[in-house]
């Protein structure tokens, strides 16, 4: 699967996204601009339990912020570019 999974030396296989599969959902959840609350609904968790995946998310990936870990997501394929942002990403190249 596309940005999931890198080869390395040897012909072994890492995965490039360090999070879990709830991380990826709540990842999925934040990029549609839901808040915590949101997402604890959607998911049918607690807000705690949002919050928390949320800040495990921007440690595991170093991110300053939300909109930073969107951004690498998007940039690394853990999460596809919205249809709307196509050639978006150019602007920093």
């Avoid at 996204?17 to 959607?42: I, N, T, Y």
């Avoid at 249809?83 to 190249?93: D, L």
Wanted: proline share 4%; aromatic share 4%.
């Amino acid at each position: 699967m596309p940005g999931r999974r890198a080869d390395l030396e040897g012909g072994q296989q890492r995965s490039t996204a360090p999070l879990s599969a709830r991380e990826r959902q709540v990842l999925g959840c934040l990029a549609q601009g839901l808040s915590d609350k949101q997402v604890a609904r959607a998911l049918a968790i607690s807000d705690q339990t949002a919050r928390t995946h949320r800040r495990n998310m921007l440690s595991k990936t170093a991110s300053a912020n939300v909109c930073a870990l969107l951004y690498l997501a998007f940039t690394q394929g853990w999460l596809p570019w919205p249809v709307s942002a196509q050639g978006m990403h150019r602007c920093t190249e």
